[in-house]
């Protein structure tokens, strides 16, 4: 890491407590993180460890009780909802373990959606989803649905709606925990791929070989940092 430049995230006493009337859960607790530009991270721990708040928080889908959250030198830990999904939106591609792809959209329908809500016009949003597409081989997909698919395809779909955008940050949570081996070994090389053309990843798993497949390992247990590991 080049700690002399601004680096795209940057955690400083990173805190998550949920309450109810009678716990008090400490999901995370005193996190530092840093993710520099071009990097691809892997955030390694067992269940309950604080692996999905983490990532909800980068990707900001939840809010910190306490500490400071830096994307691209803007403190965003303070933002309301509405400034969150309008950063989110402009910054962040999500890959998620159940592909979330919309059952009644075709494949290319479910790539651009999310750039309609950009404003992107049709014949761009278009252009930009087979562009994708064709980086992930599934060109010859794009009118099937995604029932019509395998679980690899559909991971595959998924990861091109999330580049499609461009985004600065690409955040994985268990791209491959819904895959058989060959297809998470696939899914894999695809993010090593995309990572390897720019791109900036973060990606939750609970395998520690694709853990160790990403420039830098971070593992997490009972909501701390507790281990970094550079890739060999």
């Known amino acids: 890491m080049n700690q002399t430049k601004t680096p795209l995230v940057e955690l400083q006493g990173i805190s998550r407590i949920y309450e109810t009337d009678d716990v008090e859960t400490h999901a995370l607790s005193d996190v530092a993180l840093r993710i520099d530009e071009g990097e691809f991270v892997s955030i390694e721990g067992p269940s309950g460890s604080g692996k999905t708040t983490l990532l909800s928080i980068l990707g900001l889908l939840d809010v ?15 933002f309301d909802a509405a400034a969150r999904a309008r950063l989110r939106n402009q910054r962040i591609g999500f890959i998620f373990q159940t592909f979330n792809l919309i059952g009644d959209l075709d494949v290319i329908e479910n790539v651009s959606l999310p750039l309609s809500y950009r404003g992107v016009g049709r014949k761009e949003r278009r252009e ?46 268990e791209p491959t925990g819904s895959l058989d081996t060959n297809n998470g070994d696939a899914v894999m090389d695809l993010l090593e791929e995309i990572h390897a053309a720019g791109a900036t990843i973060c990606m939750v798993t609970h395998n520690p070989a694709y853990a160790l497949r990403a420039n830098r390992a971070v593992k997490l247990l009972d909501g701390r940092v507790v281990a970094e590991q550079a890739a060999a």
Not at 68 to 73: I, S
Not at 137 to 155: I, N
């Open 64 to 78: 910190p009780t306490a500490g400071r959250y830096q994307l691209a030198g803007e403190a965003v830990e303070g």
């Open 128 to 173: 930009r989803a087979r562009a994708a597409l064709a980086r992930v081989k599934m060109s010859h997909r794009e009118h099937h649905f995604p029932g019509q698919l395998s679980g690899g395809q559909q991971q595959r779909v998924a990861v091109a709606r999330a580049i499609a955008g461009e985004p600065a940050l690409l955040l994985a949570d």
